[in-house]
């Protein structure tokens, strides 16, 4: 456990929770919320019981504004304050899947912590939008690249260039997230995803995720050749022979996740 | 023509149909369906008169799924490996040179969307139910589904149904862009035939082509992609 700052980290079994915990700024992340988050994703990584993240965060906001680097030179310049600023990646890179509970607005630098996410539940009233570059410089947490392959170019330049804000029902139509909960049902419905997820086999399930994200990434033949390694490689898994055993026997599989 | 135990190959003028055949099972694929495919695929390539291809099931479903009973007993995961590219009819499939539509009904699971995704177009029938439930049988799709899927419905809808296993009916399929068009049950063989046939009509080349270019071509640099196109049109005209 890391000691106690923004960042909540909880582990429920399986399931681990991370909650941007500093309300009254809105969830801001500043440089030091980005390094907790930094090191919570490091002891995920190394934790093999966690199969599922869920970020969210307290108070209305899930994560509104970004710090102004122009205000942080450091010696070495501006990559150094971009690289100490950012958040994303860090969540990007966990090998299990990450659910972002989008409690309120998603905004800026929050919204692009929200698209590092593989999934995306939002509570009704939350909005999702850039500051638009009448405000500062281009996004620098993953915005550019994560927002037009999520949604598509066109509605991404429209968000970036003019600071449009999305409500949670077009970014529901649009595809940036995957459902819209009322706000008083988001923890529920938030827990009920989680168990879906959860009631798959653990290796199958980041093996899954690396699949679809690496995948896209590479040419389709090569995806379809990463596939057929992970594929082989999760025969050698006993969850693959007890999910095929329930199959038979037509009762929930209990996977070990070895 | 060639017969086949699993699969009902047929042409129709220039549209060969292959429908899945073993209703008893829901059309599970099989060892035997895995073999017949290759065939009637290679058929399909080969026989210069077919210029489209139609795929169906018959019975209850369009196809319900791998049988499990006959996967995954290799005898070691190098010769899994070794027979999985020995015998790759999904990438025979996606190396056919002319138009494939897939029009699905009744269920679609597993295997069975992972085949529909390696045809061009895509229809289905109004009651039509899609899943793919694989993560929760310890594994992951293997005929392209983790490839495929995310290329026609974006990467996190993708993950949103591999990790939840979740059902979602034709309605929602077609809102996914998983499908391109829904039909009633009832004409959808006759809408799926009449497709078939409007493809058959294009000249051969420029149908190719534009498989290709747009196959290949959202997997590249965009630069890149274009220069695939220019060359693709130029050759075509020569």
């Given at each position: 456990?890391?000691?106690?700052?923004?960042?909540?980290?909880?582990?429920?079994?399986?399931?681990?929770?991370?909650?941007?915990?500093?309300?009254?700024?809105?969830?801001?992340?500043?440089?030091?919320?980005?390094?907790?988050?930094?090191?919570?994703?490091?002891?995920?990584?190394?934790?093999?019981?966690?199969?599922?993240?869920?970020?969210?965060?307290?108070?209305?906001?899930?994560?509104?504004?970004?710090?102004?680097?122009?205000?942080?030179?450091?010696?070495?310049?501006?990559?150094?304050?971009?690289?100490?600023?950012?958040?994303?990646?860090?969540?990007?890179?966990?090998?299990?899947?990450?659910?972002?509970?989008?409690?309120?607005?998603?905004?800026?630098?929050?919204?692009?912590?929200?698209?590092?996410?593989?999934?995306?539940?939002?509570?009704?009233?939350?909005?999702?939008?850039?500051?638009?570059?009448?405000?500062?410089?281009?996004?620098?947490?993953?915005?550019?690249?994560?927002?037009?392959?999520?949604?598509?170019?066109?509605?991404?330049?429209?968000?970036?260039?003019?600071?449009?804000?999305?409500?949670?029902?077009?970014?529901?139509?649009?595809?940036?997230?995957?459902?819209?909960?009322?706000?008083?049902?988001?923890?529920?419905?938030?827990?009920?995803?989680?168990?879906?997820?959860?009631?798959?086999?653990?290796?199958?399930?980041?093996?899954?995720?690396?699949?679809?994200?690496?995948?896209?990434?590479?040419?389709?033949?090569?995806?379809?050749?990463?596939?057929?390694?992970?594929?082989?490689?999760?025969?050698?898994?006993?969850?693959?022979?007890?999910?095929?055993?329930?199959?038979?026997?037509?009762?929930?599989?209990?996977?070990?996740?070895? | 023509?060639?017969?086949?135990?699993?699969?009902?190959?047929?042409?129709?003028?220039?549209?060969?149909?292959?429908?899945?055949?073993?209703?008893?099972?829901?059309?599970?694929?099989?060892?035997?369906?895995?073999?017949?495919?290759?065939?009637?695929?290679?058929?399909?390539?080969?026989?210069?008169?077919?210029?489209?291809?139609?795929?169906?099931?018959?019975?209850?479903?369009?196809?319900?799924?791998?049988?499990?009973?006959?996967?995954?007993?290799?005898?070691?995961?190098?010769?899994?490996?070794?027979?999985?590219?020995?015998?790759?009819?999904?990438?025979?499939?996606?190396?056919?040179?002319?138009?494939?539509?897939?029009?699905?009904?009744?269920?679609?699971?597993?295997?069975?969307?992972?085949?529909?995704?390696?045809?061009?177009?895509?229809?289905?029938?109004?009651?039509?139910?899609?899943?793919?439930?694989?993560?929760?049988?310890?594994?992951?799709?293997?005929?392209?589904?983790?490839?495929?899927?995310?290329?026609?419905?974006?990467?996190?809808?993708?993950?949103?149904?591999?990790?939840?296993?979740?059902?979602?009916?034709?309605?929602?399929?077609?809102?996914?862009?998983?499908?391109?068009?829904?039909?009633?049950?009832?004409?959808?063989?006759?809408?799926?035939?009449?497709?078939?046939?409007?493809?058959?009509?294009?000249?051969?080349?420029?149908?190719?082509?534009?498989?290709?270019c747009?196959?290949?071509g959202?997997?590249l640099p965009l630069a890149q992609a274009l220069d695939l196109e220019s060359?693709?049109?130029?050759?075509?005209?020569?």
């Amino acid at each position: 456990m890391i000691p106690p700052g923004h960042i909540d980290y909880r582990c429920d079994g399986p399931l681990a929770t991370l909650t941007l915990d500093n309300p009254q700024v809105d969830n801001r992340i500043d440089a030091a919320m980005a390094e907790e988050l930094r090191d919570a994703c490091g002891t995920i990584c190394q934790d093999d019981s966690v199969r599922l993240v869920v970020i969210t965060g307290k108070g209305i906001s899930f994560s509104v504004g970004r710090t102004d680097l122009a205000d942080c030179q450091g010696p070495a310049g501006g990559l150094d304050s971009v690289l100490k600023h950012q958040a994303a990646a860090s969540l990007a890179e966990l090998p299990v899947p990450v659910l972002a509970a989008v409690n309120g607005d998603a905004l800026d630098q929050g919204l692009e912590l929200a698209l590092a996410a593989d999934l995306r539940i939002a509570a009704a009233d939350a909005r999702f939008g850039f500051d638009g570059l009448g405000q500062g410089p281009i996004p620098w947490d993953g915005g550019t690249q994560r927002l037009p392959r999520l949604i598509g170019p066109s509605w991404a330049l429209d968000m970036i260039l003019t600071g449009r804000m999305i409500d949670a029902n077009l970014a529901l139509e649009i595809g940036l997230v995957n459902c819209v909960v009322p706000a008083d049902k988001l923890l529920n419905e938030t827990r009920k995803l989680a168990e879906k997820v959860l009631a798959g086999a653990p290796i199958a399930a980041r093996y899954a995720k690396e699949a679809v994200q690496k995948g896209m990434d590479l040419p389709l033949d090569q995806g379809l050749r990463l596939e057929a390694d992970l594929n082989i490689l999760l025969h050698s898994t006993s969850d693959r022979a007890e999910g095929l055993q329930a199959f038979r026997e037509k009762r929930d599989a209990k996977f070990s996740g070895r | 023509m060639p017969g086949f135990t699993t699969l009902k190959y047929s042409k129709d003028g220039p549209v060969a149909h292959i429908s899945l055949n073993r209703p008893q099972a829901l059309n599970a694929y099989n060892i035997q369906m895995r073999d017949d495919f290759a065939g009637a695929l290679e058929a399909v390539q080969e026989d210069p008169d077919v210029r489209s291809l139609l795929i169906t099931g018959r019975g209850r479903a369009f196809c319900a799924g791998a049988d499990l009973t006959e996967f995954g007993r290799a005898p070691s995961q190098t010769i899994a490996r070794q027979v999985r590219w020995e015998r790759d009819v999904w990438g025979q499939m996606l190396r056919l040179t002319k138009p494939v539509v897939a029009a699905v009904h009744g269920y679609c699971i597993g295997s069975g969307v992972e085949i529909a995704l390696l045809c061009d177009l895509r229809i289905a029938a109004e009651e039509t139910i899609f899943a793919l439930p694989e993560v929760h049988l310890g594994m992951i799709p293997a005929a392209g589904g983790t490839q495929t899927l995310p290329r026609s419905v974006g990467r996190s809808p993708a993950l949103h149904l591999l990790l939840t296993g979740r059902r979602l009916d034709a309605m929602e399929a077609l809102s996914l862009r998983l499908l391109t068009r829904v039909v009633p049950q009832d004409v959808l063989l006759e809408e799926g035939l009449s497709l078939a046939r409007q493809l058959a009509e294009l000249d051969s080349e420029f149908s190719a082509s534009a498989k290709d270019c747009i196959r290949r071509g959202t997997d590249l640099p965009l630069a890149q992609a274009l220069d695939l196109e220019s060359r693709s049109a130029a050759r075509a005209l020569a």
